[in-house]
């Protein structure tokens, strides 16, 4: 059974400040890693998805790595804004459906 | 135009009762889901729909139905309402049922009293 774990639980930085998320998972025949935001009272936005065969993925300010063999993903926001704030979640999906992490949830202070 | 949308958002009912949960997608889709999120933030997926097919049903209890009328609906019945019920339930699409990012509605908070 697929079990993903995210560390920290929650983080709090002064704006400008680049985000690390981690995520970790126990099986690594993965067809792909996803990370989410999700803000308060509201639904999930996909924010990168990274196939099993890929490294990495970015889009603007995110970046997110993929190490399969190890288990691991990190995402990184660069020069973090109050926007920012919001719970982020990994995803990796087996055998047709997501396994999710409780999340990291990130404040950033003006 | 919202791409995945549920009603209602907001149900609060009595243990018991029976209950229906809509949920349409307008992004052409294959696959649709239901998952369910609880106190602890988990998310949890309950059923998969790929083409009006069921594809995934994830130790639900009998009490839970899904009923997808055509691929563009997936609706969520529950029978005899407990309190462990009480959880966010979100539905979401994604292209087909593997491998592609997935689009989540913005949840119906089912509070069961």
């Known amino acids: 059974k697929q079990e993903v774990t995210q560390i920290p639980a929650a983080l709090s930085v002064p704006e400008g400040e680049n985000l690390v998320l981690n995520c970790s998972f126990t099986d690594s025949a993965i067809y792909n890693l996803q990370w989410f935001r999700q803000d308060p009272g509201k639904g999930l936005t996909s924010l990168l998805l990274i196939q099993s065969s890929q490294r990495e993925q970015t889009s603007g300010r995110l970046n997110a790595s993929l190490d399969k063999s190890s288990g691991r993903s990190t995402l990184y926001i660069a020069a973090s804004q109050p926007g920012d704030s919001a719970t982020y979640l990994c995803?990796?999906?087996?055998?047709?459906?997501?396994?999710f992490g409780a999340g990291t949830t990130v404040t950033v202070r003006a | 135009d919202t791409a995945v949308s549920q009603t209602p958002k907001y149900l609060v009912t009595q243990m018991g009762n029976d209950k229906s949960i809509k949920c349409e997608q307008n992004?052409?889709?294959?696959?649709m889901y239901w998952y369910k999120q609880d106190s602890k933030k988990f998310l949890k997926i309950m059923f998969s729909?790929?083409?009006?097919?069921?594809?995934i049903n994830e130790t639900v209890p009998n009490r839970f139905s899904p009923k997808s009328p055509d691929k563009a609906h997936l609706n969520l019945h529950i029978n005899s309402l407990e309190l462990g019920d009480s959880a966010v339930y979100f539905c979401a699409s994604s292209p087909t049922h593997s491998g592609n990012t997935i689009y989540f509605g913005e949840g119906s908070w089912l509070t069961v009293v």
């Open positions: 995803a990796v999906e087996d055998d047709y459906k997501l396994s």
């Open positions: 729909y790929n083409n009006k097919e069921l594809i």
């Open positions: 992004l052409g889709h294959d696959t």
